[in-house]
């Protein structure tokens, strides 16, 4: 996948054209399970679940100067800053200089951390602002002359599809409150959580027409039947948002041609958006799309360059209304995100990772530096850890089915314990790669593969006659494990 393309055609407009009948076609399950939006609390990180906001009211004496972080989002646009009710002003007082960070204070720890949390939702969508209002006009325009159409959003992971069209969605129910306009009926699928694909059909009929049932006909028969006679859809407009729709991708990619096409029936009343994150995939349908008349308007996001990354950054810790981070450090970090991949969510876990190493050190007594804040150094060796750790790179440089047999293990130790027989790691193993499509291995080579891997010193294999009952742990953490394949989509299914 390459972002280099040049920004996507606009061509299409919200179209209108009498179709064929379609037949429904052979249904196919996804392989895949998961979206990294789903894995957005996943951290290498230990301390990893945002921490209960507390008020500021709530905190007392002394405590009260120090408590930070639990502002609402109103805050993070910086403007109320200044004004008489900033709780800022109410917890650090009148002065108008700015509050020191405590990093020995737990509570402002925990809030800096909070503040660079991914399911933190953050107050606003900064630098998407343009694609955000591409995909609002769009959608207006369909909803003020009661046209269907359809857009499909695409970009590399972590660059705000996901959160910019949740916005998008938000912004057109408030516009059409205070337009008098009647508000969409809004469907968002996470096409994950299919069981199969033509699943998004039904869904859709159960959602738009809960109550009408035609027999002998599927739910894709059914919708097309409704959006093509005069008089049997609601004149609501319907949005649907399809996200991670390359879940839909079957081999005759008939459900994803299915679903462009119910936009294109005379009496549709579909604004569909598509979310995915191949590019490729728009390559790969579009001509497809286009000959069939429903070519969506395609909107991409492009990674985030190392301005956006730090200004995200700064957006995001503006709550905290103190520094946290030295700026040479903040645009260190942005600097090599957005040289690897230009994904935020990289971004928020390193800066987290900084503020346990500054955590770490302010632990260690021999550790004589004055440090109050979360400096080039710290950062320095975050991006190291994040980079260029032997174990991380030792687990990615593994053959695959070893890799499957870790996160088997991860899977395992997780949720309990911390040894456990070789036969029970093998049934988990076997789950993967059923639900992974991989071919597995026999026992015995289940069992040198598991020798192997405690040869590298990444696991204890006790001795015992029988291979199923050698008892197993892991000799390193499960963080590093998840840690090595984040962002890669097959591994983060084989973790869940
Ligand atoms: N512009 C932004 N401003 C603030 N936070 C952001 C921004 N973009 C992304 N984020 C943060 O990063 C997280 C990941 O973004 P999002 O889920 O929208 O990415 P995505 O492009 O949908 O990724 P994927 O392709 O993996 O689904 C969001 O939950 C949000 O916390
Ligand atoms: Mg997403």
Not at 282 to 302: G, M, Q
Not at 402 to 411: A, E, W
Request: charged residues 25%; glycine residues 4%; positive net charge.
């Amino acid at each position: 996948m390459t972002m280099n393309r040049s920004p996507a055609s606009l061509g299409g407009s919200p179209a209108a054209k009498v179709p064929g009948e379609t037949k429904t076609r052979a249904d196919s399950t996804p392989s895949r399970k998961r979206s990294r939006s789903d894995c957005a609390s996943e951290s290498p990180i230990k301390d990893q679940q945002p921490a209960k906001r507390r008020s500021p009211r709530r905190c007392n004496g002394d405590r009260e100067e120090n408590c930070i972080g639990n502002h609402n989002g109103s805050l993070a646009n910086g403007k109320q800053l200044g004004s008489p009710k900033s709780p800022r002003k109410r917890l650090f007082g009148p002065s108008n200089q700015k509050p020191k960070w405590n990093p020995r204070d737990p509570a402002q720890m925990q809030a800096a951390k909070q503040a660079l949390h991914l399911a933190t939702p953050p107050a606003n969508v900064v630098c998407r602002e343009v694609e955000q209002k591409r995909v609002i006009d769009f959608c207006k325009a369909c909803i003020q002359q009661s046209k269907a159409g359809s857009l499909y959003v695409c970009g590399c992971p972590g660059t705000g599809k996901t959160l910019s069209i949740g916005k998008v969605q938000e912004h057109l129910l408030v516009w059409s409150k205070e337009e008098g306009i009647q508000s969409p009926d809004i469907l968002t699928i996470n096409c994950t959580s299919l069981t199969s694909t033509t699943e998004i059909f039904s869904k859709m009929l159960v959602k738009f027409r809960p109550t009408s049932k035609i027999k002998n006909f599927s739910p894709l028969q059914h919708l097309q039947k409704i959006f093509s006679q005069k008089g049997q859809s609601s004149g609501r407009m319907m949005l649907i948002v399809a996200d991670e729709m390359d879940y839909l991708i079957t081999k005759d990619s008939s459900v994803l041609h299915d679903l462009f096409m119910l936009t294109t029936l005379p009496f549709s009343r579909c604004i569909l958006i598509g979310i995915a994150n191949a590019i490729d995939l728009a390559d790969r349908f579009l001509p497809k799309l286009e000959s069939l008349n429903c070519k969506p308007v395609v909107i991409t996001f492009r990674a985030y360059s190392k301005d956006q990354i730090l200004k995200i950054l700064q957006q995001r810790l503006m709550v905290l209304g103190c520094d946290v981070f030295q700026s040479a450090a903040l645009e260190f970090c942005a600097r090599k995100v957005a040289a690897a991949s230009g994904d935020i969510r990289r971004a928020f876990d390193i800066c987290r990772s900084a503020i346990e190493v500054l955590e770490a050190e302010l632990r260690d007594p021999t550790e004589k530096k004055e440090t109050e804040i979360v400096s080039f150094d710290h950062m320095d060796i975050a991006i190291s850890k994040s980079c260029k750790s032997p174990l991380v790179n030792i687990i990615r440089s593994l053959p695959q089915h070893q890799q499957v047999i870790l996160c088997s293990l991860v899977r395992l130790f997780r949720q309990r314990k911390n040894s456990t027989a070789l036969g029970e790691i093998n049934r988990s193993y076997l789950d993967i790669c059923k639900s992974t499509q991989i071919r597995p291995i026999g026992m015995t080579e289940f069992a040198d593969m598991c020798r192997a891997l405690a040869d590298q010193g990444l696991l204890e294999l006790a001795n015992s006659r029988k291979d199923r009952s050698k008892k197993i742990k892991l000799k390193v953490d499960v963080s590093d494990i998840t840690f090595a394949f984040k962002g890669i989509r097959f591994f983060q299914n084989c973790l869940e």
